[in-house]
């Protein structure tokens, strides 16, 4: 298989906003400064997840575990929604 550079600097760019987006909410529950729900770290399993995104199609189904960060973001979802889901907000996507 052939992986383009475009390719693999939107598996990294996946990567990095996933590690953010874990980091970000670890902070928020340790700092106790939102209700954040207790986040499950996925620090360290970004690329997996990441890779396997780049490489689905639109109307491809996927299904997260509980740290899939990575998974839906890189399926397209707004970190914005995510970090909506994690305080408990009503525009997050399962409330």
Known sequence: MDITRNKLLLIYENCMRSRYLDEFLQHL??????????????????????????????????????????EVLGKGMPIELVVAEMLRRKSGPAM
Not at 42 to 68: C, K, Q, W
Request: proline residues 7%; glycine residues 10%.
């Open 29 to 70: 529950f340790y700092e106790k400064k939102d209700t954040v729900r207790v986040p499950f770290s996925g620090i360290g399993s970004e690329l997996g997840p990441s890779m396997v995104t780049a490489f689905l199609n639109r109307e491809d189904y996927l299904i997260p575990h509980y740290r899939g960060y990575a």
